[in-house]
């Protein structure tokens, strides 16, 4: 059997574009849930290496609750599938062919751009009304899992799902780029809810702490609002210490 590959954007369509990047979200988040939830809670133990964080009793129903939540997400994440087609056809922003070295180095500025998204909105959302209306419902987490990562309001999962499509406008991504990211980011968020200290001994702006950080703000609520790295909270004081 051969697979057929649309030969321009012309081939695509919208419905097509947004159940391939809903099911791609969703084999990602699910992939990646069952990897870490296995190595938290067996492999690491198992072969004494780093330590749980939290041992707090989960909610009971928790990550049900989660996975649920994190499905509304990823149905909306869909859309900015959607939406990217729609922006390329109208000229509002350009997909390019992919090239080893440039996508290494798109890569690199998409996540560095998203700590500055992430904390831009996870620190809004901390101002009391929105955290009331919208960001309480990622903090019903109190102890975070490795299903948390998309449990959240639809509003927020809006406003976190654009950081893409907000630089897109100047520059032409690699259409590899754009399915990469996606993969990075969600293992990186995936490692800082995974309640597990994977690399207790590793300096605070390695990304392996970045559950150590994250765990304490799911605990204090207020503070550590950077994505993986330490640097915006370091620069806004808004750094929690254990």
């Known amino acids: 059997?051969?697979?057929?590959?649309?030969?321009?954007?012309?081939?695509?369509?919208?419905?097509?574009?947004y159940a391939f990047t809903t099911l791609g979200f969703a084999l990602i988040?699910?992939?990646?849930?069952?990897?870490?939830e296995f190595l938290a809670t067996r492999y690491f133990p198992a072969h004494g290496r780093g330590h749980a964080l939290s041992t707090r009793e989960l909610v009971p129903g928790q990550k049900?609750?989660?996975v649920r939540s994190s499905l509304v997400s990823?149905?909306?994440?869909?859309?900015?599938?959607?939406?990217t087609l729609y922006g390329a056809r109208a000229g509002l922003w350009h997909v390019a062919a992919p090239r080893p070295v440039p996508v290494l180095l798109?890569?690199?500025f998409l996540v560095l751009w998203n700590e500055l998204h992430f904390y831009a909105i996870h620190r809004a959302l901390h101002y009391p009304p929105l955290f009331r209306w919208v960001h309480r419902h990622h903090h019903r987490s109190i102890r975070p899992t490795s299903w948390s990562t998309f449990a959240m309001h639809p509003v927020?999962?809006?406003?976190?799902?654009?950081?893409?499509?907000?630089?897109m406008p100047l520059h032409a991504f690699a259409w590899l780029t754009l399915l990469l990211f996606p993969a990075v980011s969600l293992t990186l968020n995936n490692i800082g809810h995974m309640n597990y200290d994977i690399a207790?001994?590793?300096?605070?702006?390695?990304?392996?702490?970045?559950?150590r950080r994250h765990e304490l703000h799911h605990r204090r609520?207020?503070?550590?609002?950077?994505?993986?790295?330490p640097l915006l909270d370091r620069l806004f004081r808004t750094e929690l210490t254990p």
């Open 106 to 108: 798109e890569l690199a």
């Open 74 to 83: 990823i149905a909306l994440f869909g859309g900015y599938g959607a939406l």
């Open 156 to 167: 927020e999962a809006a406003l976190l799902g654009s950081v893409m499509v907000i630089v």
């Open 29 to 36: 988040y699910f992939g990646i849930g069952q990897a870490s």
């Open 1 to 17: 059997m051969r697979l057929h590959f649309p030969n321009s954007l012309d081939d695509l369509s919208y419905g097509g574009v």
């Open 64 to 66: 049900a609750a989660e």
């Open 221 to 229: 609520v207020h503070g550590n609002y950077g994505f993986m790295l």
């Open 200 to 211: 207790p001994t590793a300096s605070d702006w390695s990304p392996l702490a970045g559950s």
